[in-house]
């Protein structure tokens, strides 16, 4: 079932957190909404599933206005961050609670908990208590206990938050095939970059209570539509130059920048791996010193300071950087391979750094 | 579609559920005691057994002479105004034997006596449970103004002496008060009657249900409603499926104490009772009558009775307070992130 809110205003005390969202989610996806925290992400997707309500705007379900209609009356599943089981049921009726409110027989009950606990590979843990279960297996209780009623739309917040390295990689691999095999058009709200990309069809992506962009995985890191999305996804190089007649300088290197039109100061970003190291100087490069280098596993970080830009840093692989053999204090040159320009807009904070958030 | 198995072993920043806090506390006294005992052989035989026994100090202990001093204290204290009290209470009570003790009970006046603390505390009791569950549940799942003025009203009644609860009774529903003449002229009589004196044990009670669910309903927070309304329950269902199983041990002592003060009341009920034999005296309120004619023993064996309620009380209370720890201590990694 499509979800579609329209216009969505949110004020909590006078204090705004959405501000004219409007989304469409298409039936059958699993959406990401991604953002720092305090972007309004969890607000929106409670407003989805009807737990708290708009000061303004519109949710369709499926096309149909479900504004009027209580969280009771949606018929969505929901996993809340901190699953929300209920602490004196055992997992079986945990399970059994949506259809057991909507008295359905005893035996049809049974045969749909036995079906969804085989689902979340939870067979044999059917009378034990919640507290008696580890965080991933609480977890997939409160997915199973979510999809009882058989919901047309699946709504998770920060799904994977409560858990630990390794059991959340093998809980997204999970959520991912389950949602393939199920198709029930899914939202979760996550601020962690890495978790919205590996799960999600498209990621919609927030900042102080709007929508930034919203686009498959590959859109939004390749194709950033503003300065927040492009230091948002990944660490960032900032230089401080202006844009004329379609091309932006910075000090007395030029790029093309065809989207910006007329005259005006802007922002040129590079990520850390399109910024090129040489030894010698080659046409279109600047000079810098190598600060350090730092071995991150399969990458290696350059910190580099260049005279009027600052710090900035450099991601190469294993085999580039032993073939650079840099070392603090060298001097070298820096090319950028691929910029993006964005004009400064008015009122703009330039508080983040190089190595973004 | 598989998980792996450890995923199931894995337990999130829980420590494993099988060691309850005694046994680990134990275990780390044991293993911090370690290193004396293995620095014995330098000492003598007769001071290395009292090394293996006594534990490491902590660095927020007391010396021994000030920490004896101190619980000598204070057991002399608790003995000279609790233990020395009540066993006169049981010494005074059957003196006289066990069949004089049993006599001044079985007085119709005493029999009239617990007919009416036992139907109070019945009245009184059950509607202070429900007051007391609709006042936590407004103050702690919505947001409205004077919730502040709301939760301070809650504990008046412990902050003004019940002898004014009892005045203020008079004062709205006696002969010469408010609400006085109307009640006359419908032939209904509050003050001097056991409507009076069920609503002073009501207004001096009421706190103790109240105040005992507002911290653990708020500490609970609302997910768990959060979920059961978007899976599909009403209202009621919600309360009698998700919200009372979770808060029904605190409910419980909270009525346990409400109970032991329901039936124990003195000042405010001294004051609307009117004190008629047989019609409107209470328990403790016969004790007092009987004890100011010097009929002492019959006087203390009333009061054993009461004396009694005070015991079932405590061990209820420690029952519940043990099982609310238990539910407290499962309910606890759930919160932790």
């Known amino acids: 079932m499509s979800i579609e809110v329209r216009g969505i205003h949110k004020a909590f005390d006078g204090h705004p957190v959405l501000r004219d969202v409007s989304l469409t989610i298409p039936d059958g996806e699993l959406v990401a909404l991604l953002g720092p925290s305090g972007c309004g992400k969890t607000t929106l997707l409670r407003i989805i599933a009807g737990l708290e309500v708009p000061d303004l705007g519109e949710v369709r379900h499926g096309g149909e206005d479900v504004s009027a209609r209580s969280a009771r009356e949606r018929n969505v599943g929901v996993v809340f961050q901190h699953y929300a089981l209920f602490r004196h049921m055992t997992v079986g009726e945990n399970v059994a609670f949506a259809l057991r409110v909507r008295r359905r027989s005893r035996a049809e009950t049974e045969a749909r908990v036995d079906e969804l606990l085989a689902l979340v590979q939870l067979d044999g843990l059917r009378h034990r208590f919640p507290h008696q279960l580890s965080g991933g297996q609480r977890q997939r209780v409160a997915l199973a206990r979510a999809l009882a009623a058989s919901p047309r739309i699946l709504l998770l917040d920060e799904p994977f938050g409560a858990l630990d390295a390794r059991v959340r990689q093998e809980l997204r691999r999970w959520l991912r095939r389950l949602h393939d095999e199920l198709h029930v058009t899914s939202v979760f709200v996550t601020h962690d970059q890495e978790e919205a990309f590996e799960v999600s069809d498209r990621v919609v992506l927030m900042n102080a209570g709007r929508v930034e962009q919203v686009g498959t995985p590959a859109q939004v890191f390749e194709e950033p539509a503003s300065p927040f999305v492009m230091r948002f996804l990944g660490a960032v190089n900032v230089f401080r130059g202006h844009v004329d007649g379609g091309h932006a300088h910075v000090r007395d290197m030029t790029f093309a920048a065809p989207g910006v039109a007329g005259r005006t100061p802007a922002h040129v970003f590079v990520r850390p791996h399109e910024l090129e190291i040489h030894r010698s100087a080659v046409p279109g490069a600047f000079a810098a010193r190598v600060d350090r280098v730092v071995p991150l596993g399969a990458a290696v970080r350059i910190e580099l300071c260049a005279p009027g830009h600052g710090a900035l840093e450099v991601e190469l692989d294993h085999r580039a950087s032993e073939a650079l053999a840099l070392a603090p204090g060298d001097p070298v040159h820096l090319s950028p391979r691929r910029v993006r320009v964005f004009p400064v807009r008015e009122g703009e904070s330039d508080s983040l750094t190089a190595s973004g958030l | ?337």
């Open chain 2, 1 to 337: 579609m598989s998980l792996p198995a450890d995923s199931a072993v894995l337990n999130p920043g829980h420590p494993p559920r099988l060691s309850p806090d005694p046994s680990t506390g134990s275990g780390r006294a044991a293993a911090a005691s370690a290193p004396r005992t293995s620095s014995a052989p330098r000492t003598s035989g007769a001071s290395r057994a009292g090394a293996a026994r006594a534990l490491p100090r902590r660095a927020t202990e007391d010396p021994p002479a000030v920490r004896h001093a101190l619980v000598a204290l204070a057991l002399l204290f608790l003995a000279l105004l609790v233990l020395l009290p009540a066993a006169t209470v049981l010494v005074e009570a059957l003196r006289g034997g066990v069949a004089l003790w049993w006599k001044a009970l079985s007085d119709p006046d005493a029999l009239a006596a617990i007919r009416l603390t036992l139907l109070v505390a019945a009245i009184a009791v059950p509607l202070n449970a429900l007051f007391g569950l609709a006042a936590a549940w407004s103050v702690t799942r919505f947001r409205f103004a004077g919730k502040n003025l709301l939760v301070s009203l809650i504990d008046l009644p412990f902050g003004v002496s019940p002898v004014i609860s009892g005045m203020v009774t008079v004062l709205l529903f006696g002969a010469q008060g408010w609400f006085g003449p109307w009640l006359a002229e419908r032939g209904i009589q509050v003050v001097f009657a056991v409507p009076g004196i069920v609503l002073a044990t009501v207004f001096v009670t009421f706190p103790f249900v109240a105040r005992e669910l507002i911290p653990f309903m708020q500490a609970q927070g609302t997910e768990e409603e959060e979920a059961a309304l978007v899976l599909g329950a009403s209202g009621w269902q919600i309360l009698t499926r998700v919200t009372l199983p979770n808060v029904k041990w605190s409910l419980l002592y909270g009525v346990i104490l409400c109970n032991a003060r329901a039936m124990g009341e003195f000042g405010a009920v001294s004051v609307v009772s009117g004190h008629i034999r047989g019609r409107t005296n209470t328990l403790p309120l016969h004790v007092e009558i009987l004890h100011g004619e010097y009929a002492f023993q019959a006087a203390f064996a009333v009061a054993s009775l009461l004396f009694l309620l005070a015991l079932v009380t405590l061990v209820a209370k420690k029952t519940l307070e043990w099982s609310q720890r238990r539910a407290r201590r499962e309910a606890a990694p759930r919160s932790t992130p």
